[in-house]
Structures are given as C-alpha cells and as structure tokens.
C-alpha cells in the first residue's frame, strides 16, 4: 500500500538514520487490498471492517522480522499496564492506531513516556516514535467505523494542539489505498461496515446492508516485504 508521511520534531531527518526503519516500511507498503480481504474472509464472523485483519497482517510482518511486539512499559507495580505494540529492540516505539479516535493523545503519551520517563523498563525506551494509522481514503476502502483514528485525525487535530507536550521526534505513517499504479476500489463491498463508518465515508445510501451495531474500533491493549523508498513527505 501506499505511505505518506508527516513528521513531528525533526522525525524525518532523525528516523532514516535508523537501520530498522526499511523494515518497517517495507513491512507496511507491500501489503496489498488483496492480503487484507483474504484474511478477513478467514474469520468464521468477520468483523464490520478491514482493521482486525490489517491488524493482524501488520503484527505477523513486523514479528518475521524480530520487532518484539507488545513491549511492557513498566515493571509489575512499577506503573500502569501499558504497553507499545512493537519495539524495534533498539531505538523506535512503533503504535498502529485503529483505536477510537479519542484514545489518540494517550497514544502519544506512551510513545513519549517511552522516550522520556527514567521509570520505563530499560528494554522499552525508545529514541523516536512512530504512529501508523489508516488515511481517510484506507478508511472509506476497508468500511471502518466512524469513530476510528485516522492520518489526518493526527496530523490536522492532535499533533498540532498535544506539539508543545510531545517533546520528542515523532514520524506519522498513513496507510493508504492503493498499491503501485493500483488504486482500491472505495466504492466495493468486501466489508460490511457500520452504519457510523458507511455514513462518515459517504455512503449513505448503502446503510441498510450496514452493522448497526455499536463500534468496531480496537480497543487499547491491555494487556513483509520490499524495501519501500525514502519517505516523501506526502499530505494524503
């Protein structure tokens, strides 16, 4: 899929000095629509939208190659139970968001916990954050529910007000739909949806086929692949 990019803090300069930084987005831009619906189409009840399968994707790829994922922040009773979902084992926090919106700025606060709280486990500090989340375009395509995060949720809303708190260099990845000169049907119907994200994409007129129930949006956890170029640094 395609990636565009927004850095906070110098992220751009800072990351492509990283020597993990090819594999993640390697990882990310050669997985395809087609990836994605078939593994939705595994599930003996698929979920609304395409996140749960994209999310699933992205963990099996970056664990392929050696990205611990779901790294404690705290030691038991050190802190509350937090995690990332991938550490690169070196220098960057990774979180893939397709949480509700409103867990954004807690996002970022374990991101920059990470980097600058002296009470997170040595294993888990990082030097440079990443936030993937899906474009508004990828959103539409895979049917996620209105109240998901999006790229330009973070870029437009929260990087701009939470800035003067997020003190450290932090890359945003959007996903987007398409693949090389392929762009993903954003009128097809691999995804049922729910009425909230088939209304916020537009598509009013397919509500009736739509989920009414509440939202599919994943919650926090408690608890492969070409090298893609250089980023470009892309306003989806």
């Given at each position: 899929?395609?990636?565009v990019?927004?850095?906070?803090?110098d992220?751009?300069?800072i990351?492509?000095?990283e020597r993990?930084?090819?594999?993640?987005?390697?990882?990310?831009?050669?997985?395809?629509?087609?990836?994605?619906?078939?593994?939705?189409?595994?599930y003996?009840?698929?979920?609304?939208g395409?996140q749960?399968?994209?999310?699933?994707?992205?963990?099996?790829?970056l664990?392929a190659?050696?990205?611990?994922?779901?790294?404690r922040l705290?030691?038991?009773?050190?802190g509350p139970?937090?995690?990332?979902?991938?550490?690169?084992?070196?220098?960057?926090?990774?979180?893939?968001?397709?949480?509700?919106?409103?867990y954004?700025?807690?996002?970022?606060?374990?991101?920059l916990?990470?980097?600058r709280?002296?009470?997170?486990k040595?294993?888990?500090?990082?030097r440079?954050?990443?936030?993937?989340?899906?474009?508004?375009?990828?959103?539409?395509?895979?049917r996620?529910?209105?109240?998901?995060?999006?790229f330009e949720?973070?870029?437009d809303?929260?990087?701009?007000?939470?800035?003067?708190?997020v003190?450290?260099?932090?890359?945003?990845?959007?996903?987007?739909?398409?693949?090389?000169?392929n762009v993903?049907?954003?009128?097809?119907?691999?995804?049922r949806?729910?009425?909230?994200?088939?209304?916020d994409?537009?598509?009013?007129?397919?509500?009736s086929?739509?989920d009414d129930s509440?939202s599919?949006?994943?919650?926090l956890?408690?608890e492969d692949a070409?090298?893609?170029?250089?980023?470009?640094?892309?306003d989806?």
């Amino acid at each position: 899929m395609k990636l565009v990019y927004h850095p906070h803090e110098d992220a751009d300069r800072i990351i492509t000095q990283e020597r993990r930084w090819p594999e993640l987005i390697g990882a990310l831009s050669a997985i395809t629509d087609v990836d994605i619906v078939a593994r939705h189409q595994t599930y003996p009840k698929p979920p609304a939208g395409a996140q749960t399968a994209l999310n699933e994707i992205i963990k099996e790829r970056l664990a392929a190659f050696g990205w611990e994922p779901e790294p404690r922040l705290f030691e038991p009773g050190d802190g509350p139970e937090w995690a990332m979902d991938f550490h690169d084992r070196s220098a960057i926090g990774v979180e893939v968001v397709f949480n509700h919106n409103s867990y954004s700025p807690l996002i970022l606060n374990k991101l920059l916990l990470a980097r600058r709280y002296e009470g997170v486990k040595a294993s888990s500090r990082i030097r440079i954050g990443v936030v993937v989340a899906a474009t508004k375009r990828l959103k539409k395509w895979g049917r996620m529910d209105g109240s998901v995060a999006t790229f330009e949720s973070f870029r437009d809303t929260w990087l701009p007000y939470l800035g003067p708190i997020v003190t450290m260099p932090v890359m945003l990845i959007g996903l987007d739909a398409e693949h090389g000169d392929n762009v993903w049907d954003l009128e097809g119907g691999d995804f049922r949806g729910t009425v909230s994200g088939i209304k916020d994409a537009g598509l009013e007129r397919l509500v009736s086929d739509g989920d009414d129930s509440e939202s599919d949006a994943i919650e926090l956890h408690g608890e492969d692949a070409e090298t893609s170029p250089q980023p470009t640094l892309d306003d989806a």
